[in-house]
């Protein structure tokens, strides 16, 4: 279950506890936020020696048990790598074991054991295995409920219950049947409120854990990552630093991401999160700045994992591409091929679009990189280059209308957007691209903010209808909340 939904929870690197501060009878409240201070700030080596230290000691607690279990957990999320997983499943049953077996009698166990089997829900997700995802998750559901009963009133609780509803709610369609098996259910903006009001009651290390996944949850629904002199808004962790980055990014901000990259190196002692020079490299390659091909390099031979070797390669190809490197453009299109895997929704589209037959359009290319890094007169300037009439193929001509339709909605010719994207959707049906679904995805926001809720449904009723493309989930999912607010 959850499969897709919960890739973008590695796409968006998820890295949040979902359990509760320790018992004061055994790990001490000040034990417990130094240790979880030095995962949230990914120095995990030094965690990891505070973890066997107190693991040591006579009857320390669940919560001792349960921070082990979270290092790793993040670890594997981060590294990304099918053996970390393996290596995770064992421990986390012998961890809940050991919970059970030793801390029966207490009723903080539950939460955390709760905790455990939701976090191994995800990484069975994230690596394919969907019914075990949907057994754990349902298992975890279950416990929460006995947290509930036996601690009412726990604010912990109310994280998980968030939790529960923003990753439910975010399922994509395919897999609503397993759900219902499971008997899960979940409302995303319901998640974001009860997340939202947990957040206002945390203070120190759970508040910093509970920024991590405030802004993710904000991110997940659409929603700025936090208004100035939000304390979620601070830079103070270098988790903090990637949601910031990969927001800014994806909502078309290269040059925020450059001035937040740039200068800054990660401390030697946290665990490295290559995924910050991906980031990096590409809004360098949306800036068309040479620097970009260095960015990508980096995170290739930084990461650890599987996941998102495909993008990098791509956007590799593109930068050889633009910089007229025939010889590297190839290589780097073929390893696009050869390398990395299919799980992730943007590696998806990236071995899609390497495996067309045809080059890509280099001014069509250049205007993609210019709007997707919020430079839109230079991409509008860059578009004015190309005569319709020259284009080679139909993709290109729909690309063409449709980068058309995005350029004049983001600089306020609406009815120019609203004219170029029902010709896209009209022109694009039947087709795998994203452009015609993001075409009436945008339409149907563009009638929401007129006040025009028949259109509006509409439009986002045809999203979902004919959302074929690689980024089906993260568009389907925006039509989702767009329908939800309507009605």
Known sequence: MLAKF???????????????RANSQ??????????????LSLHFESAESLINEYSAGPEMGPGIVYLRNYLEFLDVLIAGNMSGYEQYLSGAMARLDSIQSKYGHLSDRLHLISAIYLQSSFLNA????????????????????????????????????????????????EYHWLMRIFGI?????????????????????????????????RQMT?????????????????????????????????????????????????????????????????STDKGAGDQLIRFLDRTRGDYFIKTAWHKLSWHHFLEGDSSAYHIARTNVIEKGNMMLDADIQA??????????????LRSRLYFDGGFYLRASETLQEI????????????????????????????????????EVIEAGMGSTWYFPSNAALHLGMIYE????????????QTCLKMNRSAYKNSIGNKAKLGIRRLK
């Open 126 to 173: 994230i690596h394919g295995d969907n019914f075990r995802a949907a057994r754990n998750f349902y298992v975890a559901k279950r416990y929460h409920r006995q947290a509930e009963s036996a601690r009412p009133g726990d604010p912990f609780n109310d994280k998980l219950e968030g939790l529960f509803n923003l990753f439910a709610g975010a399922a994509p369609a």
């Open 222 to 286: 659409g929603l700025e990552t936090g208004e100035k002199g939000d304390d979620c808004a601070e830079d103070t962790l270098t988790m903090h630093r990637y949601f910031h980055a990969y927001h800014a990014l994806k909502s078309g901000h290269s040059r925020e991401v450059i001035e937040l990259l740039n200068d800054w190196e990660q401390d030697p002692g946290e665990r490295a999160l290559a995924y910050l020079d991906l980031l990096h490299g590409e809004a360098l390659l949306n």
């Open 6 to 20: 919960t890739r973008y929870i590695a796409i968006c690197l998820v890295m949040f506890g979902t359990g509760g």
């Open 351 to 364: 071995f899609r679009e390497a495996s067309e037959d045809v080059m890509p359009n280099a001014i069509l």
């Open 26 to 39: 055994h790990l001490s409240s000040e034990i417990y936020a130094t240790i979880l201070g030095q995962i």
């Open 185 to 217: 259910r979940g409302d995303m903006q319901l998640g974001l409120e009860q997340l939202t009001e947990y957040h206002e009651g945390t203070s120190g290390q759970d508040r910093l854990e509970s920024c991590l996944i405030l802004l993710y949850a």
């Open 387 to 422: 005569n319709p009439g020259d284009l080679a193929n139909r993709k290109d001509s729909l690309e063409y209308t449709y980068r058309q339709a995005r350029i004049a909605d983001l600089l306020g010719g609406k009815d120019e957007a609203i004219s170029k994207y029902h």
């Open 449 to 460: 903010e007129m006040g025009d809720t028949a259109q509006a449904l509409d439009s986002y």
